[in-house]
């Protein structure tokens, strides 16, 4: 079916809203009434029709939009994107396994021939129509990566894997939740992961480490993490974080509704063939409070998690100075009734 993208921004006037089909198939993170760290990997096999999970990489509306602010991003501050030399193979397996991917579940508006090395790729909805040879970085007007990072919504690293280890030694990155490619890349799995709380000494990363050593080809897995952000903003990165930091202390409680967004990521984890690198894509969907209680059951959990916290996460995903006024906003949606297991709508 053909998707309708719409025209909208992620920051200055932020014009960014859900369609009510969208908000439906929003992956709500939360599958009871508390939320705490886990080791939160599953297949990554095709869900429900229509679900953000049909698909190994999710087009949605906000497509076209998204595209153009990472391009934005990307004119203002080329670092964040980077790979290191001997990351060349394993971009050119992303690209294949992008595209692959986008012809074969959006025929409407993705096409790919292929005629040995010889590649022909056809992007609707951008108006990019592009003949290169595979293996040839000269034949494309970006390093493989870069190229189809800019079509694919989502921020991407990769990870090479030696020494019983793995090392983000590459990654598009312009729409993070606080954390810097720049300042990560050539980092292991504990390095980066260092400034998490709580979940290193409940040995969370540890058995998520050994997990992900073992990934095997066409096996991909994944799992959900979340946040929040004030405005609908996609670029939430340390570089530019005087353009938002000061944004959390204009919640009041008469636009918390309209301003606090849960941010969640739907974390894609690839075994790549050629590399034996490991492709971790972070796809993220915003919703507005207001957004979320149009869905009854989300109304009455979102409150009873964000009361259940522990401060550490508070701390850590910089909710502090907001997180009272969305609990007594979203509270008028809780009628104390029992929540049903699972995350989606009843
Ligand atoms: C190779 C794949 C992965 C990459 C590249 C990655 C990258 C990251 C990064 C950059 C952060 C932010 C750290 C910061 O604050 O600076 C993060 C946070 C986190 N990661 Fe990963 N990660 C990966 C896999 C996993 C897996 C498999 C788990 C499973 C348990 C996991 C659990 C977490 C948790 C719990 C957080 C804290 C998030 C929050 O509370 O907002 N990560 N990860």
């Given at each position: 079916m053909a998707l309708i993208f719409k025209d909208e921004t992620?920051?200055?006037?932020?014009?960014?809203?859900?369609?009510?089909?969208?908000?439906?198939?929003?992956?709500?993170?939360?599958?009871?009434?508390?939320?705490?760290?886990?080791?939160?990997?599953?297949?990554h096999t095709p869900g429900p029709k229509g679900s953000v999970l049909e698909f190994p990489f999710d087009?949605?509306?906000?497509?076209?939009?998204?595209?153009?602010?990472r391009a934005m991003v990307l004119q203002d501050d080329p670092g964040r994107c980077q790979a290191l030399p001997h990351m060349m193979t394993a971009q050119w397996d992303m690209l294949e396994l992008v595209m692959v991917a986008l012809a074969r579940d959006y025929p409407d508006h993705f096409t790919l021939h292929r005629d040995g090395a010889h590649w022909h790729w056809i992007n609707k909805p951008l108006k990019i129509d592009q003949k290169f040879v595979f293996g040839e970085v000269n034949s494309l007007p970006y390093e493989p990566m870069e190229y189809i990072g800019r079509q694919v919504q989502g921020d991407f690293s990769i990870q090479d894997q030696r020494d019983n280890q793995l090392w983000m030694d590459a990654g598009i990155i312009t729409s993070q939740a606080d954390w810097s490619l720049d300042f990560d890349v050539g980092m292991n799995f504990f390095e980066w992961h260092a400034p998490v709380p709580l979940a290193h000494e409940a040995g969370v990363f540890e058995r998520a480490l050994k997990?992900?050593?073992?990934?095997?080809?066409?096996?991909?897995?994944?799992?959900?993490?979340?946040?929040?952000?004030?405005?609908?903003?996609l670029d939430t990165s340390p570089e530019n974080y005087p353009k938002w930091g000061t944004d959390r202390t204009t919640v009041t409680p008469e636009n918390v509704g309209k301003k606090v967004h849960l941010r969640v990521e739907m974390q894609g984890l690839f075994r790549l063939p050629r590399s034996n690198a490991i492709l971790f894509s972070i796809r993220g969907y915003l919703m507005s409070l207001e957004q979320i209680v149009t869905v009854p059951k989300w109304g009455r959990r979102l409150p009873r998690v964000l009361k259940s916290l522990p401060q550490e996460l508070v701390d850590y995903k910089g909710l502090s100075r907001y997180r009272q006024t969305a609990i007594d906003w979203l509270e008028k949606y809780d009628d104390g009734a029992p929540t049903t297991p699972g995350n989606g709508p009843d």
């Open positions: 992620f920051r200055d006037d932020f014009t960014y809203t859900n369609s009510p089909a969208t908000i439906r198939r929003f992956p709500f993170p939360f599958i009871e009434d508390q939320y705490r760290y886990s080791v939160n990997i599953e297949p087009i949605d509306e906000h497509y076209v939009s998204e595209m153009r602010d997990f992900l050593l073992n990934l095997q080809i066409g096996k991909p897995v994944r799992r959900l993490n979340w946040t929040m952000t004030i405005n609908p903003r």
